[in-house]
């Protein structure tokens, strides 16, 4: 069972997802909302995943998938938002974001892009340890 924390503002989307993820099995073990002490102290439990609503995609949003992703480097890091448009898509992702999770939450839909990331991540771990033993 993944350690995930759900970092975000809002507490209602914090419960949510928290509950989508119980359900789905996951163990959460922690959220906070986006403040500094709050992505600090979730850092603290080493999570294998984190799910993080950054707000705004700009400098200061960014700024919060840096601090995730530096804190915990190995950890699978899903961005959840309302509205994802192709620059918050590609700042996301040369930072290290796995997979997306679009609000309103539809848990069928956040289990299955959270399980095809896990498999497509450990398929590529897989594949770059093949090439490390040749």
């Given at each position: 069972?993944?350690?995930?924390?759900?970092?975000?503002?809002?507490?209602?989307?914090?419960?949510?997802?928290?509950?989508?993820?119980?359900?789905?099995?996951?163990?959460?073990?922690?959220?906070?909302?986006?403040?500094?002490?709050?992505?600090?102290?979730?850092?603290?439990?080493?999570?294998?995943?984190?799910?993080?609503?950054?707000?705004?995609a700009d400098?200061?949003?960014?700024?919060?998938?840096?601090?995730?992703?530096?804190?915990?480097?190995?950890?699978?890091?899903?961005?959840?938002?309302?509205?994802?448009?192709?620059?918050?898509v590609q700042?996301?992702?040369?930072?290290?974001?796995?997979?997306?999770?679009?609000?309103?939450?539809?848990?069928?839909?956040?289990?299955?892009?959270?399980?095809?990331?896990?498999?497509?991540?450990?398929?590529?771990?897989?594949?770059?340890?093949?090439?490390?033993?040749?």
């Amino acid at each position: 069972m993944l350690k995930v924390v759900v970092i975000d503002a809002n507490a209602i989307s914090r419960n949510l997802l928290t509950s989508v993820l119980v359900d789905g099995g996951f163990d959460v073990v922690g959220d906070a909302s986006t403040s500094s002490a709050g992505l600090a102290a979730m850092i603290k439990l080493k999570p294998q995943m984190v799910c993080i609503d950054i707000g705004q995609a700009d400098a200061e949003g960014f700024e919060r998938l840096d601090t995730v992703r530096a804190g915990l480097p190995k950890t699978l890091l899903f961005m959840v938002s309302g509205s994802f448009d192709p620059a918050a898509v590609q700042g996301a992702v040369e930072r290290g974001v796995h997979g997306f999770i679009v609000k309103p939450f539809k848990s069928a839909t956040v289990l299955n892009t959270i399980r095809k990331t896990v498999i497509k991540v450990a398929y590529q771990h897989r594949a770059r340890a093949g090439q490390d033993a040749e």
